[in-house]
């Protein structure tokens, strides 16, 4: 919070896709990209559980220490393959943003206690 009590802004994670680096391992290929934005452990833990409700989600792994995401293609998937990775990777960051947002900001509860402390 500033000084007048009002909560500083943020900005929410989001892939820079101009980092994407892929390393070549025999028949696979494990890439990396780094998030812009701020990652701490509500935020992540908002990404781990848009992450749980859906199986396509499952071969991202978020690294807090770098602020990077990881996820390994097969050679034989093609680029192609690692665009739609990356519109899914936008998609559940997407999820976990709105997730994080309503904590912040839209829950009852939240609003609230800020209504009480004289934030809101």
Partial sequence: MTMNG????????EADH???????AGTESRYTIALKGSVDD????????????????????LNRATATIGFTC????????????LESLDQLLKEA???????SNQNP????????????
């Avoid at 009002?6 to 994670?13: D, F, H, T, V």
């Avoid at 992540?44 to 989600?57: D, I, T």
């Avoid at 800020?114 to 934030?119: P, V």
């Fill in 97 to 103: 943003n709105e997730r994080f947002d309503f904590w």
């Fill in 42 to 61: 509500r935020w992540a833990e908002a990404f781990r559980l848009s992450q749980a409700e859906s199986k396509s989600y499952q071969r991202f792994r």
């Fill in 18 to 24: 101009a980092s994407l680096r892929g390393d070549h």
């Fill in 6 to 13: 009002a909560l500083e802004s943020r900005q929410l994670p």
């Fill in 109 to 120: 509860a939240v609003a609230a206690a800020r209504q009480l402390r004289g934030i809101a």
């Fill in 74 to 85: 097969r050679e034989v998937d093609g680029a192609v393959h690692v665009l739609d990775m």
